[in-house]
């Protein structure tokens, strides 16, 4: 028997593997602007994400908890609970975002009656509730997370207010899900005061059935090398194909879509390095697996020189590791 056969056979715990997406991700190079095992940024140091892995934990178990009387434990708790543990460890913020992915896919893969897929970690997203919504927002209050000013008319749902925002959530009916549809949506280009509004990729994926994590799982899969190369490479991808939600955030669409470019002409060196694809399905993934990661070293450092990091992305890489984790992947040869 292979050591695939036996892990499948093993049913690996979807906690275990959810947690060791977390240190595989943050340990693949070069991830540029990223934190990873050969560089720090300025206020954020590798050990400090490996302490985030541990402290979630037990957020991570709740999620994948069935719960004694049929209904297992909210999705929002356990979210809550993860960031929690998360920063009492690390002691700062550094992967409130990989938690807000990695929470409803451990839900799925370990639900009898769903499965990791599109549509089972769509349904978790869809039953979400009014509690959900409101735990969401107390994790708000156990770090700093850069985030945009809400959609008009949406101020007294700004998730900057923490637990605060609980009665306007409870007053509207607001699940988690609809939370973040509102960040999801980019808005009428020909209306919105912001027509260049990069929208939240995190909260895409939970309106969207998490269409780049499932992709970029796909690469992971289909390449070959230390699975932390792999990660590395499909992080390349998935910036070359959409602007970073954070990069905007913190230095404007123009400079996130600019970065975007910036990686595609590492994956497509002879092809146009103007702009992102515009959509994870046109990435190719013979050409993510070619990715060039020498070359990505000198993007690595210039973004880190220019305050560039593509935070939101580096969340993606983590859940499609999980995925890829729960699929089959390994870390050893």
């Known amino acids: 028997m292979t050591r695939n056969e036996r892990r499948r056979g093993a049913a690996a715990d979807p906690v275990d593997d959810a947690t060791l997406a977390l240190l595989v991700e943050v340990a693949g190079t070069p991830k540029p602007g990223n934190v990873d095992r050969r560089r720090d940024l300025a206020d954020l140091r590798f050990e400090a994400f490996l302490g985030g892995a541990v402290g979630a934990r037990p957020g991570l178990e709740l999620a994948a908890t069935r719960g004694t009387a049929g209904d297992p434990p909210g999705v929002g708790d356990a979210f809550e609970r993860a960031v929690g543990g998360m920063a009492d460890r690390a002691g700062t913020n550094t992967q409130f975002g990989c938690l807000l992915l990695l929470i409803p896919l451990a839900r799925a893969a370990a639900d009898p009656d769903r499965e990791l897929s599109p549509d089972g970690v769509d349904s978790v997203c869809r039953a979400t509730t009014v509690e959900d919504a409101v735990a969401f927002y107390r994790a708000f209050e156990a770090v700093d997370v850069a985030v945009d000013d809400p959609p008009p ?69 289909t390449d070959e090398g230390p699975l932390a190369d792999r990660a590395a490479r499909a992080f390349l991808g ?11 955030s913190t230095q404007g669409a123009e400079t996130a879509r600019d970065a975007s470019g910036r990686a595609r002409a590492i994956l497509e060196p002879e092809g146009d390095p103007s702009g ?11 050409v993510v697996r070619g990715a060039d990661l020498d070359a990505a070293e000198s993007l690595a450092e210039e973004f880190v020189a220019e305050g560039i990091n593509p935070g ?20 050893a040869p």
């Open 312 to 331: 939101t992305t580096a969340d993606l890489t983590c859940a499609a590791l999980f995925v890829a984790l729960r699929r089959g992947a390994e870390v």
């Open 153 to 221: 008319g949406a101020d007294e749902l700004d998730v900057r207010l923490g637990s605060d925002a609980e009665p306007a959530l409870r007053e509207r009916g607001t699940t988690l899900r609809d939370v973040m549809a509102l960040s999801a949506d980019p808005g009428d280009p020909e209306t919105t005061e912001d027509p260049d509004r990069v929208p939240d990729r995190n909260a895409a994926e939970w309106v969207e059935g998490f269409p780049r994590t499932f992709r970029a799982a796909e690469w992971i899969l």
């Open 238 to 248: 998935l910036l070359a194909a959409e602007p970073d939600t954070l990069v905007a």
């Open 276 to 286: 992102p694809v515009g959509d994870v399905s046109g990435v190719d993934a013979d």
